[in-house]
């Protein structure tokens, strides 16, 4: 048996950078920057490239949420663009059987799996809208110049590596479900691998490309309303989605303020509404009443433990589209040299969502469908048009009126969990980004409180004395604790910092003008 110590370090620069799930992307976007283009640019462009270089996490075919700070400490904004159910979708679509679903809220099973797979598991896509309504209002990019480094790469084709086979192998039983799906990711029914003697191999995606061009000469509406949408509307109807062109054209990302709560010396904000952002505040209110300044690890994680258990049991029970009170995923984190900060998650849910490739599109669909709980009468039911409750939760922290520090993560349910510590090991703890990325988590986003086991021997004892524990270690896969990435500024001297989860081989931080690497 061999121990590996895994170490990624934090990269430093003094103009922008960009934080982001694999390492083309954070480059892509860092080359916007070095270009003149300011934050909200380079983290389209980023999001954009990870739709075709990470095409299982995250994409076109999905939804999220993001939030842009201005380096003059204006007034932090966010935009909604998380998807939507069809108008058509009703709960009666999908009914019970008996058992749990097993998949990040561990809801009542349905029968078939018809809320986790296949075309009934899609919702409306919000992507599109929303990266052109961000780079509309905040960006200095034309669209078609955003969407440019996207086309290219899915021209030449998403990278196949050790790490790609592996990405393939772990669904690779779902996505041979599907024609389109199985024809483009595997290989006579198996996970496509690097040629033999090559570090890696290129997987061209000509639909894809095909689609994106069309949207960069005809227009982002192009995707609800246009040629492209009557292919999207096509290929679901020929699979059996409820999914119509009303649906489609009726599709509109939401601006709202920010959410903010003071946490030490730093203001924390945060998406509002059904996301993991207002119980990420919640949170912290409690971790403030408890969590002393002083306090060891083991102590730390009991009350990080106690304060999440405490927001998610209430999480799961009250809010909802229908409340009184009104994943697999990847997320991109950016500060270009003016200060200004894009923190922006992106997601398909599932890993590779629904499953289900469009075939005239070449696109992977969200999954949707199972954020919603399959029950009647709870506040978070499927219902027709609804969204759902979502588990994203983008952070950007400022002090002294100034935007700080852009966070997020990915990893379903242990997002907010992730957050909350790394945000507190950095504000209670004074760790740099590389330290606190490098430190043992836990996750309470479930009743048994999963410890990673290179913690200390005493943080599983303390935690034991109020919730049943499991003790892992922080893998590439499973992810146990997150995938978080995040960038901060130093207002004094300009210096920006970058960090990405440091088991990943694909996640990277690029500095503005440090040219390729």
Known sequence: MHTWDIHKSQVTG???MVSAQHFEAAQAG?????????????????????????????????????????????????????????????RAQYPLASGTDGDWFDWPAVEGDRNLIGYSSICVPGAIAGFAAALEKYGTLTWADALAPAIAIADRGMRVDWFTSLCLAIDAG??????????????????????????????PMPAKAAMLRRLA????????????????????????????????????????????????DTDVQVVGGLCGGPSLLKTFEALGRTLS????????????????????????????????????????????????????????????????????????????????????DVPNAIAPGAQPLANMSPVILSREGRPWMAIGAAGGRQIFPALIQLISYVVDKGMSLEQAFHAPRIDASMPTVVVDQAAAPDVAAAVSDSYPVSIRPNTLHPVNFA???????????????????????????????????
């Open 483 to 517: 995938i978080p990435t995040a960038v901060m500024r130093d207002a004094d001297t300009g210096r920006t910092t970058g960090m990405s989860h440091p088991v990943s081989p694909w996640t990277s931080s690029v500095a503005e003008g440090a040219g390729r690497g």
């Open 217 to 264: 000469e005809a227009g982002a509406r192009d995707f609800y309303e246009g040629e492209t949408a009557a292919g999207i509307v096509r290929d679901l109807a020929d699979g059996g989605s409820v999914i119509d062109a009303e649906d489609l054209a009726a599709y509109a990302p939401v601006w709202s303020p920010a959410l903010s709560a003071r946490y030490g």
């Open 30 to 90: 860092a080359d916007v920057l070095d270009r003149g283009g300011n934050a909200m640019d380079a983290a389209i462009v980023t999001a954009l490239v990870l739709s075709i270089a990470e095409p299982w996490l995250s994409g076109v075919g999905g939804g999220g949420l993001m939030l842009w700070a201005p380096g003059d400490g204006g007034a932090v904004d966010t935009l909604d663009f998380n998807v939507r159910a069809s108008r058509n979708m009703e």
């Open 174 to 203: 779902g996505l041979s479900r599907f024609e389109t799906s199985a024809a483009l990711f595997l290989e006579d029914g198996k996970p496509r691998r690097s040629p033999n003697g090559q570090d890696c191999g290129h997987l």
């Open 14 to 16: 003094e103009r922008g």
């Open 293 to 376: 300044a002083d306090a060891g690890p083991a102590d730390s994680a009991a009350a990080y433990a106690r304060a999440i258990r405490s927001t998610y049991e209430e999480r799961l029970k009250t809010m909802g589209h229908a409340a009184a009170a009104g994943d697999c995923t990847s997320h991109v984190s950016v500060v270009d040299a003016q200060g200004n900060m894009v923190s922006l998650t992106n997601t398909l849910l599932s890993r590779f969502g629904s499953k289900v490739t469009l075939p005239t599109s070449g696109m992977l669909m969200n999954n949707g469908m199972m954020w919603f709980d399959p029950r009647a």
